[in-house]
């Protein structure tokens, strides 16, 4: 080896801990990158796979109704349809134990679920259901605690448990785990379905058609409904599908653009980390810098030297950030897949990934560092000899020297460290930034964390019910409400109308000008339904035909306060309705709501005086209350022969909502720790070549009597100088983007979250900075007590 | 024989710019110094010495005047031709040693071999034994410069200096970090490299040394005096 290079290998040799703190500094960012990309792809690849090997449909369609196998078959033979399959899906109660208590779930069924032709489910173990013998979900086993193969669950049939056999687990591409989902799914044959549900038949269908193109399913969903009409079925709703894109794709393709963000920006914090390092490395090593070029070293000789030292960093750095990138990003890929119910692929480098690891962990700390090599070996040799000793740096010239040592009357332990503090501008610069931007990361992702719980709650509050019920048929509202207001723990009740319709802009007509509306009639007046409007007004009883729309909605149909209309009602046609009020919901199927006067509503359904469903409000607003007027509700009515068809807890349906969106929250706070570790690391770097910077000044102090403990103080204190100042850059950087970091956000998952500031993260991360702080000085603090005066003057 | 010169300075000046105004280092100061000549300089701190060594050295370039060294004119040459012509034609010699610390002691000495691409790769090692054998050091060759003794140090430091076979060997201060033993020994080295033919010149403080070399140059405010003149 040639003996420059030789210099170059000892040199990092000998610094163990400046080499173990550039290779770190690297290491992150490298490894965020990977960890990203990789889970991004393995995700991606994995959904497209699975849900190509399940051969898609190209659409759902949910029926008002059932159908028998012959309906199908005749729906196969409209030109435009290319396939047809039906299934079924009910909700029913559970239970493991007789003694148990039951629990809400749901049961599938098809014709023949081991042939199945479009999104397909597949059999991870055991058999398929066969008569008493049932299938169950694989991801609920842990989920909701269903059994396993062998095992025993009890049905509610006639208000009487029926025990059927565990003989298979499934996997249903449609169906996730919790909080994705909120019941257990169990798979039965037709004849188990029938006496189970109690109906037999299919009131779903999946159909593909000869050509996919949205167009072609529209036309070919219209050709079906027409078709089912005419028999006296309909199709409530529907659902358009990419043949070879999971329906979930848009979603995960938001959640990795997040992440992906947040890994470069950990890069981002790495380079500068490393740029720091780097400046440092090349600060110290100026004289002998000097004493090469006096020697005979030409600069290109010196840079290739100090590059050849930058590219070995590279190379240590991704000894460690490759594996544990990729370790990393195959675990975060398993969980989103499983969150996600698709298999997980087992453990992969992926050759892409490890490329672009290399490229960024040999390119990015080459470029960090040219420009500190090139400063730093354009010195000239007298100025660069020169450079020994105590007073490097010209103290005092500049501003923030003149105003750090303007500060007078304050220990002088600690007008040591806070001047010291700011004596190199660049380093301070970019630890500083580095310390800011993680900092205002969590301010951000903490208030994001807030909003979304927030927005929840104001849209659960809007809708201020606390139980609701579904009435398997109408009732009349007059004789039900006094009912239920009669039972114990009620304060109130009312009634609304639920129906899916069309809606479409006055005028306009064919493929694409039709909008699936969920349509609520509410009652004008009521104390429980105080939406939150984001323009116009609320309805009034005096209006004829006034609506409130979803904000969204209206958005994609292009229509606003004043706008008309137009409502296809099922069984009552089309009448027009005017907009009176936007409003903030996250109901229906894409936040595709409408709500208007019960009351008009039913005399345009030729329906006065009937509803379906009930909304309660109890004495007390907590949990317990709310599932005993459930319970008390289900045990109540079915005493009087009129059945619940499915009733809901707000609290619990609150809490599922807000565990939805904390799974995205918690991965953005995991993105965080991994920033906060990097500006401790910049931190706990910077005052490490402090350090090497001033052991003459140490020795000096120690000489004119510093104790190790007065040394460690001017360090630390240097320290949370550091870390305070960068928490006073944080909070307002956090708060002020912390609503476009929302509103990003909110826009990539679809859900329109209104900026709520979290300001107990500001002092959490006061808490952390100042933990950090001490944590990342202790280290070049305790090395600054070990120097002794001899060493420490002696040292060149 | 009439002989070389080695060293031609013809009025050169240096300014410095202070907080306080421009500081003349060096007033238009001329030298002629002929190979094989042993030339100590002496001068109260802040007179210019360093200065002067810097001029010669190449270290450093005047603010005017010309300086001619081993017959090259430095004024035009660029840095890195400097560092090349330096690396061949100089051995510097610091009062700090300023051995670089992570190499051995040979390591330092094949050092400037290795930039000048001077000796081949092979020869190195045993061209640096040579040396430290000149210097009676062969036994400390393959110690790290922390390991050793200040003397020692120094006396490796003028190996390193030697290592290309310079015309001219500079020494700034090179025994005033040294205790009085260690600088005689040090000295006699130096002396050594002048009956071989070197041309040497060194800044000193020490009266005692500077008694013993043949030529000494007084530095002082910026000017050069021999013998009480100006030298010619």
Same mark, same amino acid.
């Given at each position: 080896m040639k003996i420059s290079f030789l210099k170059v290998w000892r040199d990092l040799w000998l610094n163990k801990g400046r080499t173990l703190m550039v290779i770190m500094s690297i290491s992150v960012g490298v490894m965020a990158v990977g960890m990203v990309v990789s889970s991004n792809i393995l995700v991606t690849r994995q959904m497209g796979d699975t849900h190509i090997e399940s051969n898609p449909s190209h659409a759902l369609l949910y029926l008002a109704g059932v159908v028998d196998e012959d309906t199908i078959s005749s729906l196969e033979r409209i030109p435009s349809v290319k396939g047809v399959e039906g299934y079924s899906n009910s909700y029913i109660k559970w239970k493991t134990t007789l003694d148990g208590k039951w629990e809400d779930g749901s049961i599938i069924s098809y014709a023949e679920l081991e042939n199945q032709t479009y999104d397909k489910m597949t059999l991870k173990d055991g058999a398929w259901p066969e008569s008493k013998f049932i299938g169950v979900e694989e991801v609920h086993i842990q989920s909701f605690n269903a059994p396993e193969i062998g095992g025993t669950v009890y049905f509610e049939i006639n208000e009487h448990p029926r025990a059927y056999t565990v003989n298979g687990i499934l996997r249903n591409p449609w169906v996730f785990p919790a909080p994705m989902s909120e019941n257990a799914a169990f798979y039965v044959t037709q004849n188990d379905f029938a006496k189970i549900a109690g109906y037999y038949g299919f009131d779903t269908l999946q159909i593909t058609v000869p050509e996919y193109s949205k167009e072609n399913v529209e036309f070919a969903i219209d050709e079906i409904n027409d078709k089912l009409e005419f028999q006296g079925m309909s199709i409530a709703f529907s659902e358009i599908l990419h043949p070879e894109e999971h329906f979930l794709q848009e979603i995960v393709s938001g959640v990795g653009l997040v992440l992906t963000v947040m890994a470069i920006a950990s890069l981002g914090l790495s380079v500068m980390l490393v740029i720091n390092t780097i400046n440092a490395l090349i600060a110290q090593q100026i004289p002998q810098i000097g004493i090469m070029k006096t020697i005979g070293s030409t600069r290109r000789q010196i840079t290739i030297l100090y590059m050849s030292a930058i590219f070995i960093y590279g190379l240590l750095s991704l000894v460690i950030a490759v594996p544990i990138g990729a370790y990393a990003g195959n675990a975060l890929a398993k969980w989103m897949l499983n969150l996600l119910n698709v298999p997980a692929t087992p453990f992969e480098i992926l050759p892409n990934v490890l490329?672009?690891?290399?490229?960024?962990?040999?390119?990015?700390?080459?470029?960090?560092?040219?420009?500190?090599?090139?400063?730093?070996?354009?010195?000239?040799?007298?100025?660069?000899?020169?450079?020994?000793?105590?007073?490097?740096?010209?103290?005092?010239?500049?501003?923030?020297?003149?105003l750090t040592s303007g500060i007078r009357g304050i220990p002088i332990l600690a007008a040591l460290a806070l001047r010291n503090t700011f004596r190199r501008p660049g380093r301070v610069a970019l630890t500083l930034l580095t310390l800011t931007i993680s900092g205002a990361f969590f301010i951000m992702v903490s208030s994001t964390q807030y909003s979304f719980v927030k927005t929840i709650d104001t849209i659960f509050d809007g809708f201020g019910n606390e139980v609701q019920i579904e009435f398997e048929q109408d009732q009349r509202i007059e004789e039900v409400i006094p009912l239920i207001e009669s039972r114990p723990n009620v304060k109130n009740a009312e009634m609304w109308v639920f129906r899916i319709a069309d809606a479409k802009v006055p005028g306009t007509s064919g493929p694409g000008s039709e909008y699936e509306v969920f349509v609520r009639g509410v009652p004008s007046k009521s104390p429980i339904f105080k939406p939150k409007l984001t323009a116009g007004r609320t309805l009034d009883p005096a209006d004829a035909r006034a609506i409130l729309l979803n904000q969204k909605l209206a958005g994609k149909m292009g229509v606003g306060i004043g706008d008309e209309i137009v409502i296809d009602l099922p069984d009552a046609g089309e009448s027009n309705w005017t907009i009176v009020g936007l409003v903030f919901d996250l109901g229906g199927r894409d936040q595709n709501t409408a709500f208007a006067d019960i009351d008009t509503l039913n005399r345009t359904l030729n329906n006065v005086g009937k509803s379906a469903v009930v909304m309660i409000q109890g004495t007390e607003q907590n949990l317990e209350i709310q599932q005993a007027i459930e319970a008390d509700m289900i045990e109540f009515f079915d005493a009087k022969g009129m059945t619940i068809d499915s009733s809901a807890v707000a609290t619990e349906e609150r809490n599922n909502a807000a565990a939805q969106f904390g799974i995205l929250t918690n991965l953005l706070m995991m993105m965080t720790v991994m920033m906060a570790i990097v500006g401790s690391m910049g931190l706990s770097g910077t005052l490490s070549i402090n350090v090497i910077e001033r052991r003459r000044e140490i020795g000096v102090m120690r000489a004119v009597g510093a104790s190790s403990k007065d040394v460690g103080i001017v360090f630390t204190g240097e320290g949370l100088m550091l870390g305070l100042t960068s928490w006073l850059f944080a909070v307002p950087i956090g708060l002020g983007v912390g609503p476009v970091f929302v509103k990003a956000l909110g826009s990539v998952i679809d859900f329109p979250a209104e900026y709520h500031p979290a300001i107990n993260s500001v002092w959490i991360w006061f808490g952390i900075v100042v933990v950090l702080s001490i944590v990342a000085s202790w280290i070049p603090a305790r090395r600054a007590t070990q120097i002794s005066v001899n060493e420490s003057l002696a040292y060149e | 024989?009439?002989?070389?010169?080695?060293?031609? !300075?013809?009025?050169?000046?240096?300014? &410095?710019? %202070?907080?306080? #105004? =421009?500081?003349?280092?060096? $007033?238009?100061?001329? !030298?002629?110094?002929?190979?094989?000549? &042993?030339? %100590?300089?002496? #001068? =109260?701190?802040?007179?210019? $010495?360093?200065?002067?060594?810097?001029?010669?050295?190449?270290?450093?370039?005047?603010?005017? #005047?010309?300086?001619?060294?081993?017959?090259?004119l430095l004024n035009n040459m660029s840095e890195d031709q400097l560092a090349r012509w330096r690396g061949k034609n100089v051995g510097v010699i610091f009062q700090f040693f300023q051995l670089l610390p992570t190499l051995t002691v040979m390591e330092n000495i094949i050092l400037?071999?290795?930039?000048?691409?001077?000796?081949?790769?092979?020869?190195?090692?045993?061209?640096?034994?040579?040396?430290?054998?000149?210097?009676?050091?062969?036994?400390?060759?393959?110690?790290?410069?922390?390991?050793?003794?200040?003397?020692?140090?120094?006396?490796?430091?003028?190996?390193?200096?030697?290592?290309?076979?310079?015309?001219?060997?500079?020494?700034?201060?090179?025994?005033?970090?040294?205790?009085?033993?260690?600088?005689?020994?040090?000295?006699?080295?130096?002396?050594?490299?002048?009956?071989?033919?070197?041309?040497?010149?060194?800044?000193?403080?020490?009266?005692?040394?500077?008694?013993?070399?043949?030529?000494?140059?007084?530095?002082?405010?910026?000017?050069l005096f021999e013998n009480g003149n100006r030298p010619k």
């Open positions: 490329l672009l690891q290399i490229f960024i962990g040999l390119i990015t700390p080459l470029v960090a560092g040219i420009f500190p090599i090139l400063k730093g070996v354009a010195i000239p040799a007298a100025q660069a000899i020169s450079q020994t000793g105590i007073g490097r740096g010209q103290y005092g010239y500049r501003l923030i020297d003149r | 024989m009439a002989k070389n010169i080695i060293i031609d !300075l013809q009025g050169i000046g240096k300014t &410095f710019d %202070g907080p306080a #105004g =421009p500081i003349h280092a060096l $007033k238009e100061v001329s !030298l002629k110094v002929y190979s094989g000549e &042993f030339v %100590g300089v002496r #001068g =109260p701190s802040g007179s210019g $010495k360093s200065t002067l060594i810097n001029m010669i050295t190449g270290i450093d370039r005047p603010t005017r #005047g010309a300086v001619k060294v081993t017959g090259e400037p071999m290795e930039f000048c691409h001077a000796w081949k790769p092979k020869e190195r090692p045993e061209r640096a034994m040579h040396l430290l054998d000149q210097v009676g050091m062969t036994d400390q060759a393959q110690k790290l410069p922390n390991m050793l003794s200040g003397g020692q140090q120094q006396r490796a430091a003028i190996a390193r200096s030697l290592a290309n076979e310079p015309a001219l060997v500079i020494g700034d201060e090179p025994t005033g970090n040294l205790d009085s033993k260690s600088a005689d020994k040090v000295f006699y080295l130096f002396e050594e490299l002048v009956k071989q033919g070197k041309t040497f010149m060194m800044v000193t403080h020490d009266l005692g040394l500077a008694s013993r070399i043949p030529r000494v140059i007084e530095v002082l405010d910026g000017d």
